[in-house]
């Protein structure tokens, strides 16, 4: 079905199980996605594992709450060809693609995330090399205060790259409304802090915000 509506190939060379409840889980391995004809690499994507628990009732009255999100061993790579046209341009009807919901007005939200061993490179002949962001490790999870806290350590281009911080609550974050928040991130020897409050993510007035930079 995949390959029919994208053109493109795909296959699941592992394990694939779908069970459906209050709770829809999704487990695959050996996941892959293939480029179209002109790029230079067979894969898009490729996943060693893939893990997804969602809300099943979300689907319908929303947002979309993903209760866990795990992945370990993937490699994706995103390409723009001389013309501009990215790999990531999929060929779907006309029809079709006005059908697809708008993802960005769709809100979703993801209450833990277990991400290991992830490579994502974008390549352009509009920059003199490749963007390579390799993820060691990205974890988040529901604490009991009814906040996300969320850990990341990586490389981009091989400088080191982390993140910490926490957001919430959970409930602030369903309403879109009263948004805490407070992170501290490092790129290679840049530091950058910032905390505040978000007060409606749909019409925000008057939104309280601190941000520091440090560098040597």
Same mark, same amino acid.
């Given at each position: 079905?995949?390959?029919?509506?994208?053109?493109r190939?795909?296959?699941?060379?592992?394990?694939?199980?779908?069970?459906?409840?209050?709770?829809?889980?999704?487990?695959a391995?050996?996941?892959?996605f293939?480029?179209?004809?002109?790029?230079?690499?067979?894969?898009?994507?490729?996943?060693?594992? #893939? !893990? /997804?628990? *969602?809300?099943?009732?979300?689907?319908? +009255?929303?947002?979309?709450?993903? &209760?866990? =999100? $795990?992945?370990?061993?993937?490699?994706?790579?995103?390409?723009?060809?001389?013309?501009?046209?990215?790999?990531?341009?999929?060929?779907?009807a006309?029809?079709?693609?006005?059908?697809e919901?708008?993802?960005?007005?769709?809100?979703?939200?993801?209450?833990?995330?277990?991400?290991?061993a992830?490579?994502?490179?974008?390549?352009?002949?509009?920059?003199t090399?490749?963007?390579?962001?390799?993820v060691?490790?990205?974890?988040?999870?529901?604490?009991?205060?009814?906040? #996300? !806290? /969320?850990? *990341?350590?990586?490389?981009?281009n091989? +400088?080191?790259?982390?993140?910490? &911080?926490? =957001? $919430?609550?959970?409930?602030?974050?369903?309403?879109?409304?009263?948004?805490?928040?407070?992170?501290?991130?490092?790129?290679?020897?840049?530091?950058?802090?910032?905390?505040?409050?978000?007060?409606?993510?749909?019409?925000?007035?008057?939104?309280?915000?601190?941000?520091?930079?440090?560098?040597?």
């Amino acid at each position: 079905w995949v390959s029919d509506k994208t053109g493109r190939s795909f296959v699941i060379s592992g394990e694939f199980s779908v069970n459906l409840g209050r709770e829809t889980v999704v487990v695959a391995d050996g996941i892959r996605f293939g480029n179209p004809d002109w790029a230079d690499k067979a894969e898009m994507v490729e996943i060693g594992h #893939l !893990e /997804l628990r *969602l809300n099943t009732w979300s689907l319908i +009255r929303g947002p979309i709450e993903i &209760g866990f =999100v $795990g992945v370990d061993d993937a490699d994706i790579r995103l390409l723009r060809r001389t013309d501009g046209e990215p790999n990531w341009a999929l060929p779907l009807a006309k029809s079709e693609a006005a059908s697809e919901p708008d993802v960005v007005g769709s809100a979703f939200l993801v209450r833990e995330i277990d991400i290991n061993a992830v490579r994502l490179v974008y390549e352009s002949p509009e920059r003199t090399g490749p963007l390579d962001f390799k993820v060691q490790e990205l974890h988040q999870r529901h604490r009991a205060d009814d906040t #996300l !806290e /969320l850990n *990341l350590a990586g490389t981009l281009n091989d +400088r080191e790259v982390r993140l910490q &911080g926490t =957001v $919430g609550t959970w409930g602030a974050l369903l309403e879109h409304k009263n948004i805490e928040y407070e992170f501290v991130g490092q790129f290679d020897t840049l530091s950058v802090s910032s905390k505040g409050l978000i007060d409606d993510l749909a019409d925000l007035r008057r939104p309280m915000l601190e941000f520091a930079i440090k560098c040597p």
